[in-house]
């Protein structure tokens, strides 16, 4: 054990458990993370390993014999009927039947509803009424001659949740840690190896945890696939709700107004939209009318009635292009429903966790090391929302002037829902308070950002703080902002508009122009893209797999469409790089390289479709690869299987499953 995790039990014994313990718990139950945490937390909160074993052996005993798989569900039934009680763990919910004016409670994987449960219970537990709750329940069987009798009888229902905690001792006990060992602790709490992160990458995963600590906060995270976003929702807290974007209507969300129900808002302390992306999708505008009110004043109507409600809110959903191209071509929000794609829902979300600085999740990422029992943790993050936090900073830093009061709002919700992860007794000292304000209002100048592409009436806004001891002015910047100057204050379709007036306007193109060079100069298409390099990552400085499958499905996606031209050595912008960074001995490697990436991931039977050569351009060789259209459909072979591509204007985008059935009977005859 090391010295931080011997700290941690040091200062927390019985309310940290080691994280690896969950897989070897888990087997095939699925239940979330925080029910198994919290039957370890019974049995395997100690660092003494003979205890662990003899709690393992425990837990998986519990579940063994109480955990109710689907498919098992009638041989539990039969258990319950011949041994006349029996304790199971389901997820329960529960429905008023309006006609016996009695609460009624339905086990999703044992199959039993209409099982009577009593208004005390659901006076307790009312979130048994929205979305269900994981409980340990005890059930029995008394057969009735009367047919509409149900037989089965809840004797006791127990919530799996933290009962009782000492928020006062977690205060003081935060204070034995420095800043590095608490964040440390936080990420192996939520299952991570901190080993493997630096503080920025650290602080991006802990601003998920936001939401549980901060009523009515907006959050969005928009990246790739693989990166853990909708984890914490669906697996962390018994606060938050993960539901899938497609399911959500108005009754569900907020009321139902022929019965006067409330919805998942007045009971949960987070929802979370999954799959929240998605540009083919179409939500119900009376939905995000209501939901753009609520995010920004906290309320929904009920008939006449206006109602208020904590809940915040989280959007979570895979981008399909890279940062580039979105900074080029379109925009941060480019993947979102149209109906989302609207500047008066985006300037109500508080924060942009930017998806794509953080890593596919990979098994050496995950923590074997000791964290929280997650249950602990979200009774003290639902315990922290009744704090304010949002001007611990103002005795040091002033926001600049012409900040707006909604850029303030929700810069000052993200510092205060920080503060609070970080340093829950409220005080930090002056350089980690300006490295957290530095953060919180980097996280909304994105949004801001996007806005002003999206919609030309936003002014322009200098985000920034002074420091008021010094009154030096500090500018912030977003990262992407850094790493590509020359794209991030684009207007796309304002551009497009000039280009094509000054096309209108230029003279004939010199005849004296190489084919390469012209291509260049027309720019990218959707028979023409540019890649700056075949396999060395300009960012991390290092070859990168994923620099060759950049180039590699641009190809599949030529081939699968109607061919084009690929050119590697070239920057989006235009402006020709030349191979020598790809660190190639010489020139036939090169080709060799291309060769051997193509054979391996393509197959060598799509050889006749690609053809590829060195060019010089500008004093520099260049790689030209050519792609006639396939007479069948070709896949990209990766890691996570066989991958299709198509092109959609000037970018290569992956088809599902059902849309590559449905474009392969199109497209190829």
């Known amino acids: 054990m090391n010295y931080l995790d011997q700290k941690i039990n040091e200062h927390f014994e019985g309310l940290v458990v080691r994280k690896d313990l969950v897989k070897t718990v888990k087997g095939n139950a699925i239940v979330p993370t925080y029910v198994l945490e919290y039957l370890l937390g019974q049995f395997c909160a100690t660092s003494d390993e003979d205890s662990i074993i003899s709690g393992i052996e425990s837990v998986k005993e519990i ?95 127990k919530p799996i949740q933290q009962s009782t905690f000492d928020f006062e001792v977690y205060i003081e006990k935060r204070k034995q840690f420095n800043v590095e060992e608490w964040l440390d602790l936080l990420l192996q709490t939520i299952g991570l190896d901190p080993k493997l992160f630096d503080f920025r990458r650290k602080l991006l995963h802990l601003v998920r945890l936001i939401p549980y600590c901060e009523r009515n906060y907006n959050l969005i995270e928009l990246g790739p696939k693989g990166t853990g976003k909708s984890h914490i929702y669906s697996e962390f807290s018994p606060h938050g709700i993960l539901i899938s974007g497609g399911e959500v209507t108005v009754p569900k969300l907020f009321v139902n107004n022929s019965t006067g129900k409330i919805g998942l808002v007045g009971y949960w302390s987070v929802v979370a939209f999954d799959e929240f992306s998605g540009r083919k999708k179409r939500a119900n505008k009376a939905l995000v ?35 580039h191209y979105m900074l080029m071509h379109s925009d ?5 429903p149209p109906q989302y794609h609207d500047s008066a829902f985006l300037d109500r979300l508080h924060f942009y966790i930017p998806g794509w600085e953080i890593e596919v999740l990979r098994n050496e990422m995950f923590s074997i090391g000791y964290g929280f029992v997650v249950d602990y943790l979200a009774e003290i993050l ?40 970080i340093y829950p007794d409220g ?14 209002v980097e996280g909304r100048k994105r949004i801001k950002d996007q806005l002003m592409r999206i919609d030309t009436t936003y002014p322009e806004v ?11 002015g500090k500018s912030v910047y977003t990262a992407e902002e850094k790493l590509h100057p020359e794209h991030y204050f684009k207007k796309p379709q304002l551009e497009k508009q000039n280009a094509e007036q000054e096309k209108k306007k230029a003279p004939a193109r010199s005849s004296n122009l190489s084919e390469e060079e012209q ?65 190639f001995d010489n020139d036939d490697k090169i080709l060799l390289h291309l060769t051997s990436m193509i054979n391996d991931r393509i197959g060598k ?65």
């Open 63 to 157: 579940l063994r014999d109480h955990f109710v798989h689907r498919n098992e569900a009638n041989l539990i039934k039969s258990v319950i009927r011949e041994k006349g009680r029996h304790r199971v763990i389901d997820k329960v919910s529960v429905e008023l039947n309006e006609k016996t004016d009695a609460y009624e409670a339905s086990f999703s994987n044992l199959g039993i509803k209409e099982v009577l449960i009593d208004t005390d219970t659901i006076k307790k537990h009312e979130k048994l009424l929205v979305g269900g709750v994981w409980c340990l329940s005890d059930i029995e069987y008394q057969h009735s001659e009367n047919s509409h009798v149900v037989p089965w009888v809840l004797d006791s229902i």
């Open 289 to 323: 009318d209501i939901l753009k009110n609520y995010m920004a004043n906290k309320s929904f109507s009920r008939g006449i009635e206006t109602l208020g409600a904590e809940a915040s809110m989280a959007f979570v959903g895979n981008t399909s292009n890279e940062l």
């Open 332 to 336: 941060l929000f480019e993947e979102l």
């Open 382 to 421: 639902k315990n922290l929302r009744d704090f304010d936090y949002s001007q611990k900073f103002t005795d040091h830093f002033e926001l600049l002037s012409d900040i707006s009061t909604r850029d303030r709002e929700g810069i000052r919700k993200t510092f205060s829902g920080l503060m609070k992860i």
């Open 427 to 440: 005080t930090a000292p002056k350089e980690d308070i300006e490295l957290l304000l530095e953060f919180a």
């Open 462 to 472: 200098s985000f920034g703080f002074v420091d008021k001891e010094g009154e030096n």
């Open 519 to 583: 291509l260049i100069n027309t720019g990218e298409s959707s028979t023409v893209e540019f890649k700056s390099t075949l396999r060395w990552n300009l960012h991390s400085n290092r070859f990168d797999k994923k620099v060759e499958h950049t180039v590699l499905k641009t190809i599949v996606a030529f081939l699968n469409t109607d061919g084009g031209t690929l050119l590697v050595g070239v920057r989006d912008d235009g402006r020709v790089m030349g191979l020598e960074i790809d660190k």
């Open 605 to 669: 039977q799509y050889g006749d479709f690609i053809r590829y050569d060195l060019k010089e351009v500008k004093g520099v060789n260049i790689l030209r690869i050519d792609c006639k259209p396939s007479s069948t459909p070709v896949f990209l072979k990766w890691a996570s299987g066989e991958e299709f591509y198509t092109r959609s204007g000037p970018a290569s985008v992956i088809l599902t499953t059902s849309e590559v059935l449905d474009y392969c009977k199109k497209h190829f005859r």
